[in-house]
């Protein structure tokens, strides 16, 4: 049994688009070129990048943490240097023996008055007290702050006498360092 052949078809040809041909050099004219299909787009390659608000939230997150950090070291070593500073001109004051000095700028208002009798003021007590003292020395061995106070961990010395470890007190008065409690139970220090 044979089967039956399909009829021929005539070859189809591709449709063209108007004037256009194949290898043509000639420029479209205006009216051809409105006419012809618009171009297709392509679309354009994505980048795997983060967007841009997570980049900035991210950098602002490290940026507050170097602040805070910063901040931080800054407020402690601030107050440390403001005391040890404190401790260093009234070791000074006291070789000197600027009395003024020390009840003027050095001791808190509260040393101060305890230091009056009813009537010798600050500077001649310290005078009289102090009158043995002779070349006396403050190492300043560590600091710690809480607040506006402060504890000084010093050795401290003088000609004749020996080394002692010892504590001073300290309180910020307006912004400034001043010694609330001078030296008291003190314990020999370790020589060098």
Same mark, same amino acid.
């Given at each position: 049994?044979? *089967?039956?052949? &399909?009829?021929?078809?005539?070859? &189809? *040809? $591709? =449709?063209?688009?108007?004037?256009? *041909?194949?290898? *043509? ?6 009216? +051809? ?8 787009? &392509? =679309? %354009?390659? +994505? ?7 997570? /980049? ?40 000197? %023996? @600027? ?16 230091? $009056? ?5 600050? +500077?001649?007590?310290? $005078? /009289?007290?102090?009158? #043995? ?5 403050? @190492?300043? %061995? ?5 607040? #506006?106070?402060? /504890? ?12 002692? %470890? ?17 030296? #008291? ?8």
């Amino acid at each position: 049994m044979r *089967r039956p052949t &399909m009829p021929k078809l005539p070859a &189809m *040809r $591709r =449709p063209s688009l108007p004037n256009r *041909r194949r290898g *043509r050099k000639k420029p479209l004219t205006p009216q +051809e070129a409105a006419a012809a299909p618009a171009p297709v787009a &392509m =679309p %354009k390659p +994505e980048l795997k990048l983060p967007p841009l608000k997570l /980049i900035v939230t991210g950098a602002a997150a490290i940026l507050v943490l170097l602040l805070v950090i910063l901040l931080i070291g800054t407020c402690g070593s601030d107050d440390d240097k403001e005391v040890r500073d404190t401790l260093t001109r009234f070791g000074e004051a006291s070789r000197e %023996k @600027d009395y003024q000095a020390l009840c003027d700028d050095l001791l808190s208002t509260s040393l101060v008055e305890k230091l $009056r009798t009813a009537d010798q003021p600050c +500077e001649v007590v310290l $005078r /009289i007290g102090l009158s #043995d003292v002779q070349n006396p020395t403050l @190492d300043v %061995k560590g600091v710690k702050i809480d607040g #506006d106070e402060a /504890i000084a961990q010093v050795d401290t010395g003088a000609a004749g006498q020996e080394p002692l %470890k010892t504590r001073i007190l300290l309180v910020n008065e307006d912004g400034d360092w001043r010694i609330s409690a001078l030296p #008291d139970e003190q314990e020999p220090a370790a020589r060098p």
